[in-house]
């Protein structure tokens, strides 16, 4: 089985299930950092954007905001949230596993509940001096209490690996330990 065609007719799947499939409000990370958020302005990206409620959020702050994710499904989604919240975003129907990130082009990149390793350098090179980066996803503490029946043990951080992918970073935020039902490692940080 071709595992990028797998995990897009997953994605495409869930999304389809419902109007839409998470509560259109932004990630807590995100809305933590809305007043730093708000001094700064240019290009962000928002990384496995989905039905793009965290890409809207951040145009709604003033970002040119890019996405980029996998399911065409949860592309429409963002394109239709957007226009409802009279947001203009641009969308790219992308396998991250191959999908070029041009290099020196963002203020802001978001990575959020996505873990892919081989993109941590193209993060960097993508991100711009000076630009941050809010990056959290699920630690394996939560892959040992999931549900999903689908989950791979490799998209789930270890204990402080988070910290490890960017150590010349100028850390703003840290965490690494429960967020509501979940167990999750966030960095906020500012590339040198």
Same mark, same amino acid.
């Given at each position: 089985?071709?595992?990028?065609?797998? &995990?897009?007719?997953?994605?495409?799947?869930?999304?389809?299930?419902?109007?839409?499939?998470?509560?259109?409000?932004?990630?807590?990370?995100?809305?933590?950092?809305?007043?730093?958020?708000? @001094?700064?302005?240019?290009? !962000?990206?928002? &990384?496995?954007?989905?039905?793009?409620?965290?890409?809207?959020?951040?145009?709604k702050l003033g970002f040119q905001v890019e996405g980029v994710d996998i399911s065409f499904v949860g592309l429409q989604k963002a394109k239709k949230l957007a226009a409802l919240k009279g947001i203009r975003l641009d969308l790219w129907v992308a396998?991250?596993? @191959?999908?070029?990130? $041009?290099?020196?082009?963002?203020?802001?990149?978001?990575?959020?509940?996505?873990?892919?390793?081989?993109?941590?350098? $193209?993060?960097?090179?993508?991100?711009?001096?000076?630009?941050?980066?809010?990056?959290?996803?699920?630690?394996?503490?939560?892959?040992?209490?999931?549900?999903?029946?689908?989950?791979?043990?490799?998209?789930?951080? !270890?204990?402080?690996?988070?910290?490890?992918?960017?150590?010349?970073?100028?850390?703003?935020?840290?965490?690494?330990? $429960?967020?509501?039902?979940?167990?999750?490692?966030?960095?906020?940080?500012?590339? $040198?």
């Amino acid at each position: 089985m071709d595992l990028p065609n797998s &995990i897009k007719t997953f994605w495409n799947q869930k999304y389809a299930q419902s109007e839409f499939r998470s509560a259109l409000l932004p990630e807590t990370a995100l809305v933590g950092a809305k007043e730093e958020l708000l @001094a700064r302005h240019g290009r !962000a990206l928002d &990384i496995a954007c989905g039905e793009g409620r965290n890409a809207v959020f951040l145009g709604k702050l003033g970002f040119q905001v890019e996405g980029v994710d996998i399911s065409f499904v949860g592309l429409q989604k963002a394109k239709k949230l957007a226009a409802l919240k009279g947001i203009r975003l641009d969308l790219w129907v992308a396998d991250l596993t @191959a999908y070029p990130l $041009p290099t020196n082009r963002y203020d802001l990149v978001l990575n959020l509940n996505f873990l892919l390793r081989q993109l941590i350098k $193209p993060i960097d090179q993508a991100l711009k001096r000076g630009g941050l980066l809010i990056f959290q996803t699920h630690t394996q503490e939560d892959y040992k209490f999931t549900r999903d029946r689908n989950a791979h043990p490799e998209y789930y951080l !270890a204990s402080q690996e988070l910290l490890s992918f960017f150590p010349d970073y100028r850390i703003w935020y840290s965490y690494e330990g $429960p967020l509501g039902n979940r167990q999750v490692a966030t960095l906020i940080a500012e590339k $040198p």
